[in-house]
């Protein structure tokens, strides 16, 4: 982190801002605020160069067609890679998750090349789309409470041998692949298919990706009794039947 | 014009009395208007009744995201200048309600029939219609919903050969899209505060460039029409170039943008902008929408927001600090299941407002606005959210079935 305070690099609304998950650049910005650090946001649009110096990028979920132009403006500008190969934190949603990894399909119906900075490579499902809540428990070696959120895909994301499953769903859907897991990552980029946004329902994952950045292993506490409360209600809904 | 004077044939007539007896049963037994059983029936004895009903009557139908009903009570007031107007004034939008409603204007000129996006094109094949209003597009029960640009090119392919006369909105690049397959569009520069759904190009895919209140596609060349009529403040403008003070009940821009575009509509059928604009400020509450009712010794006003733009535009109308304003989110089907779009929503507008929160989700609003940094108060239900209320008139909005609950409690 520089001196400058955090730089928090929200990539690209123009093209994947959709279902909410700017969300995760409010829950981020505030929690880090909450601690006393200065926050300094980035919003990327397309025809903009992506900052190769930021701590932390977020990247969300789109429709179709803007998820192609995405991954066709990322390649093109490699800035997202450099930020990545000097050690930053990425962490990204449903149709990003996508473009960060080897490939997926587009809306044309053709394989789309990704990033290549997750081992994943996403197909389309046959089935109907994946769409309601999800509870899931994260990877034990991340330390973190079970994850809720709410999917809307067809996607389906097989993980290769360097990506670990982010969360195993309990209900719910996830990557699709009918191994029951969620998500994917490495040390430091990080893929799921949750939205509402998955930070305001998940704020310890906010904070995971904070502590990375800062290279602390606590931060200070916050009042996050409405958090609390949120995740109660969604755990319990996603439990029961619709 | 409407000058089919053929009858209804008896199948048709038998399909009408069908649907009316089924709604009369539906309304008997406490299930609403009635409107929609009774038109699936009529429609199960005669698939093409809601054609045949329509080839009497000047159809104009409306469609968009936000403010289809509204503006279709202000182009059916000001039609009524011209001669009696039938029109599905209570929001049944699709093809049953609309059947049911024009099957109960047999002596009607004209037809103002709100449609549900989804159903735009397959409406326009049936019922001919002389002229379609189109006002916005924008992300809306995005859970199953289909995506806003495929709705835009699906209204694309689905007017492209209509003869009807197509009133569209010059500022919302998904409408224009939409529209400019058309040989005879009138363009109106009727505003959209909301621009996130717009900023690639729905044709190419480049990035929109938007300068103050233009915008074209920095790619390929597809940009803002000149429009023949405009909102300019409290005024429409003509295509001479006169200026029409807008007075209306409603309260917004949003309603005033609705104005424009209904006079636009209006002078299609040789209704002048004034005479249209006068017969508009008839129109008070729509279902229930903008109705300021007393409950419990207070003053609530109503108002309907279904998704972000929505919000946006009713924001920008409530009165200000330290007005009170409660805030009600559901997420049952009619809503969309999905509540991430409160993200969207930039409810930092509400700062000074005593704020107050109800709804079954009313939890994912608590963290909303917890990260927005409002100061708000969680409440149980409208009674306790009243009670709270500093004095003073209450603005309340909320979404689409926390509306009904709200109608409900306070017996609207």
């Known amino acids: 982190m520089s001196n400058n305070g955090l730089r928090l690099v929200w990539v690209y609304p123009d093209l994947l801002s959709t279902y909410g998950d700017q969300g995760n650049a409010l829950v981020v910005e505030r929690r880090a605020r909450q601690r006393g650090l200065d926050v300094q946001r980035v919003d990327v649009r397309s025809d903009q160069p992506v900052p190769t110096s930021g701590d932390i990028y977020l990247i969300g979920g789109g429709e179709d067609r803007p998820q192609r132009l995405a991954a066709e403006r990322l390649r093109r500008d490699g800035g997202l890679s450099r930020a990545a190969s000097n050690g930053a934190i990425i962490f990204s949603v449903c149709a990003g998750y996508q473009i960060l990894g080897h490939e997926f399909i587009n809306d044309l119906g053709e394989r789309e090349q990704g990033l290549g900075l997750l081992d994943v490579v996403s197909t389309r499902g046959e089935g109907a789309r994946c769409v309601g809540d999800v509870l899931a428990d994260i990877d034990p070696h991340l330390g973190l409470e079970a994850l809720t959120g709410f999917e809307n895909h067809q996607g389906v994301t097989h993980l290769g041998p360097t990506a670990r499953p982010f969360a195993r769903v309990r209900f719910g859907r996830g990557n699709g692949t009918g191994d029951g897991t969620e998500g994917a990552y490495n040390d430091t980029v990080f893929g799921t298919y949750m939205h509402g946004p998955v930070m305001a329902r ?11 950045a800062l290279d602390v292993n606590a931060l200070p506490p916050t009042d996050d009794r409405w958090y609390e409360a949120l995740r109660a209600e969604r755990i319990a809904s996603a439990t029961q039947p619709a | 014009m409407a000058g089919n004077t053929e009858p209804l044939s008896p199948r048709a007539k038998l399909a009408v009395t069908a649907g009316k007896a089924a709604a009369a049963v539906s309304r008997a037994a406490g299930r609403g208007s009635g409107s929609v059983i009774g038109g699936r029936v009529a429609l199960k004895l005669d698939p093409d009744l809601l054609g045949r009903l329509a080839q009497h009557l000047d159809v104009i139908l409306v469609s968009a995201t936000n403010g289809k009903t509204t503006t279709t009570r202000l182009i059916a007031e000001a039609l009524g200048a011209a001669g009696p107007v039938v029109s599905n004034a209570l929001g049944a939008n699709m093809p049953a309600g609309i059947t049911s409603a024009l099957a109960g204007g047999s002596d009607a000129k004209f037809g103002v029939i709100e449609v549900d996006e989804k159903y735009l094109a397959g409406v326009a094949r049936d019922t001919t219609p002389k002229a379609i209003a189109l006002l916005n597009l924008s992300r809306d029960q995005l859970d199953r919903a289909a995506e806003t640009r495929m709705m835009a090119e699906h209204w694309r392919e689905g007017l492209s050969g209509s003869k009807a006369v197509i009133i569209a909105n010059a500022d919302d690049p998904l409408v224009v899209w939409a529209a400019s397959s058309s040989p005879n569009v009138v363009w109106v520069a009727a505003g959209q505060a909301w621009k996130d759904d717009a900023w690639s190009c729905p044709s190419c895919g480049g990035v929109m460039q938007r300068p103050g209140e233009d915008w074209f596609c920095g790619q390929c060349g597809f940009r803002r029409p000149a429009p023949s009529w405009a909102l300019n403040g409290d005024y429409v403008l003509d295509p001479h170039g006169s200026a029409w003070p807008i007075h209306l009940q409603l309260p917004g821009r949003a309603n005033k943008a609705n104005a424009a575009s209904s006079a636009a509509v209006a002078a299609v059928f040789g209704v002048p902008p004034q005479v249209a604009l006068e017969r508009m400020y008839q129109v008070q509450a729509v279902a229930g929408r903008y109705d300021v009712v007393t ?36 997420a049952r089907g009619a809503d969309g299941t999905d509540t991430s779009w409160l993200w969207d929503v930039d409810y930092t507008q509400l700062a000074g407002h005593p704020i107050f929160v109800l709804g079954d989700r009313k939890l994912d609003l608590a963290v909303r606005l917890e990260v927005a940094g409002l100061d708000f108060r969680v409440c149980e239900n409208l009674d306790e959210a009243v009670q709270y209320a500093p004095p003073g008139r209450i603005e309340v909005i909320a979404n689409y079935t926390a509306f009904q609950d709200l109608r409900r409690r306070v017996g609207n």
């Open chain 1, 202 to 212: 998940n704020p310890q994952i906010a904070d995971h990706l904070l502590k990375l």
């Open chain 2, 295 to 330: 409950f419990q010794n207070r003053e609530l006003r109503l108002l309907l927001a279904k998704n972000p733009a929505g919000w946006l535009e009713t924001f920008s109308l409530i009165d200000p600090p330290p007005t009170p304003v409660i805030l009600s989110v559901n």
